[in-house]
């Protein structure tokens, strides 16, 4: 069989979650960092509509969609650029801006996908400490190599949920050499909006760029739909390298009527906010450390690996599926989507019996 390039050989595949339920048991995820309700009715019926039109290719240019996104956050629509999901849109920024002598800085606990987009363009990946689980601008620049080319940050982080300011986020463009591109990838950024901090103002200052994603507060994952801000000259070389027609003519219908929505959507991030202080209160009840999360999901810090490794094999015997996050380098964490307030509950009581074990 034909030989890979090398680089590629050497990589393992992205680990999305593995959720077997048990047999006769019916499978909770809470695994994915899902949204807890579908999308807008809105947006379901815009799909639908547009579905009629399937015998044509979707817009390529997305200008429906980039419309509404630059008139909602008072952005130029010149500069979006959306892709088939945003990781659509961090793998060709990897593959634009780093490779071989061109290296990736990432923090310690960064979102595993950055991983992946470098090994993908064949980039050195350089992981720069964190403090507390929570990225450090001063860890960061100190990691700073005379190859490095680009700097990832999710901020909220996943899987940490915690936040840094934006204050921080100045001092990281300040310090950081003007000709390496700060990728801020704000996935969960909606959750975190009523702090009125803005990322996307950075753009302007050269070489940075703002994602986000309708798979999260939009409630939209299915749809496969993500976006960023730009700089003009970075948009020209996103354009190149991108899949033509890559979202589907449906999802961008969808997801210019979610935007029409934005009731439902701050409704979706009130309920996650009030159900994730209920969970993180149960949790801290029972003994366990939550991270501050600004994001749909909590990280629990199970005390050590093993206890990690035996919670979640108890919960996934129920049929409920966490996230394990040896990846990320924090094994003795899970991760909790806030989903379902059944979900919830149903691995509040097992969490719940395993911690009253422990203590006998
Ligand atoms: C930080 C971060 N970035 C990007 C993504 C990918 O989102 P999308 O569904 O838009 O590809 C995720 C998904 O979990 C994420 O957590």
């Known amino acids: 069989m034909i030989e890979p390039l090398s680089h590629i050989r ?32 809105l947006a379901i019926a815009a799909a639908t509509h547009a579905l009629q039109n399937s015998a044509l290719y979707p817009d390529p240019d997305w200008r429906d969609l980039r419309l509404a ?37 990432v923090p310690a606990h960064a979102y595993p996908f950055f991983k992946t987009a470098s090994q993908m363009a064949n980039a050195r990946i350089d992981c720069a400490e964190e403090t507390d689980a929570t990225v450090s601008v001063d860890h960061l620049l100190g990691a700073v190599q005379p190859d490095t080319a680009i700097v990832f940050v999710a901020n909220p982080g996943n899987p940490t949920g915690t936040r840094i300011p934006l204050s921080e986020l100045q001092r990281l463009r300040a310090g950081l050499p003007h000709s390496v591109l700060l990728v801020i990838d704000e996935a969960y950024g909606e959750f975190a909006d009523t702090l009125d901090e803005r990322a996307f103002d950075f753009v302007e200052s050269g070489n940075t760029v703002v994602l986000r994603t309708f798979s999260k507060a939009y409630g939209m994952a299915g749809f496969r739909v993500g976006w960023g801000l730009f700089p003009n000259g970075i948009a020209t070389q996103l354009n190149k390298v991108m899949n033509p027609n890559n979202i589907a003519a449906a999802s961008q219908a969808a997801a210019v009527a979610a935007l029409s929505d934005q009731d439902y959507m701050h409704e979706t991030c009130a309920l996650t906010a009030s159900l994730r202080q209920a969970v993180t209160r149960d949790l801290e009840g029972l003994g366990l450390r939550v ?70």
């Open 291 to 360: 991270y501050q999360s600004f994001t749909n999901f909590v990280l629990i810090d199970m005390g050590s690996v093993a206890a990690a490794e035996h919670m979640d094999r108890e919960l996934q015997r129920e049929g409920i599926f966490l996230r394990s996050q040896t990846g990320a380098g924090l094994a003795h964490c899970l991760r909790m989507t806030i989903g379902p307030q059944h979900i919830l509950d149903a691995s509040i009581a097992i969490v719940r019996e395993l911690q009253g074990e422990r203590q006998i």
């Open 69 to 105: 996104l630059a008139q909602l956050h008072n952005i130029d629509a010149d500069g979006i650029v959306c892709g088939n999901g945003s990781l659509d849109l961090i793998g060709n920024l990897a593959r634009i801006y780093s490779g071989p002598a061109r290296a990736a800085l």
């Open 10 to 41: 050497a990589m393992s595949p992205y680990a999305l979650s593995q959720m077997n339920a048990p047999d006769g048991k019916t499978l909770m995820s809470l695994s994915q960092n899902e949204s807890l309700r579908p999308p807008s009715p």
